[in-house]
Structure formats: C-alpha cells, structure tokens
C-alpha cells in the first residue's frame, strides 16, 4: 500500500523558514515526478512546486519562486519543500503528491496540473502569523 506521510509543518512567524517533509512507503518514488501543492481555507488547491523524475528541473509557482526550493532525496525516498521568507499568504495545508509513471518526462505545463499526481499525502499544516 502506497502511503505519502507529510510532516513539519507548524506556526511560524512572517520572514521565518520551514522545511516541511514527504516520506513515501509502499513503492520507490526515486524515478518519479514529485510535487507540493497548497489549499488556503476557501480557496482551490494551488500548485507549488515540482521536480522532474530526474531532479534535472524545476517548476515553482510565482508566488513562491525564489522563496521556496523542492528537493528530493531517493535514498530515503523522501522529497522536501524549503520555505524562507515565509508571508501570511502562505498559510496553507500543503500536500506532497508523486505521478504514477516513473520516468516519465512531460511538457512543461503538465507539471502544474493536479491531475497528473495519482498519489497524494493527507497534508500538514502551516501558518505564517504577521
């Protein structure tokens, strides 16, 4: 049974860093497409960042780019999210998710979609106080 574990969140100050975590079990993910994406109270679920199966790239949401830094470690099958400068905007539950089809590359657009993640973690929580 797959199983994506997020953890890390937590209350934090604005200008503050957090590195939240996804820990897979059940399959390796170390050829696969791994992603975050973050739902604020009454707002749709929004992409964030991804990493192609390969780690050769990268794609983060405007918002967060150059705040944020996705990274993956395959031993531990593992993939983080780096958050610095953090602001009351990102206040979220964010998600870690993994595409179905290792090594699989997509076009550039594809890696925003939730659509192409089959596995989603149950989210962790955090909140950026002003």
């Known amino acids: 049974q797959v199983q994506l574990v997020e953890s890390g969140g937590g209350l934090v100050q604005a200008g503050d860093s957090l590195r939240v975590s996804c820990a897979a079990s059940?399959?390796?993910?170390?050829?696969?497409?791994m992603g975050w994406f973050r739902q604020a109270p009454g707002k749709a679920r929004q992409f964030v960042a991804a990493?192609?199966?390969?780690?050769?790239?990268?794609y983060y949401a405007d918002s967060v780019k150059g705040r944020f830094t996705i990274s993956r470690d395959n031993a531990k099958n593992t993939m983080f999210l780096h958050m610095t400068n953090l602001k009351p905007e990102d206040t979220a539950i964010y998600y870690c998710?993994?595409?179905?089809?290792?090594?699989?590359?997509?076009?550039?657009?594809?890696?925003?979609?939730?659509?192409?993640?089959?596995?989603w973690g149950q989210g962790t929580q955090v909140s950026v106080s002003s």
């Open positions: 998710a993994v595409d179905g089809n290792p090594r699989r590359t997509y076009t550039a657009n594809n890696y925003y979609r939730a659509g192409l993640y089959r596995y």
């Open positions: 990493l192609t199966w390969n780690a050769e790239n990268t």
């Open positions: 059940g399959r390796d993910f170390s050829s696969h497409v």
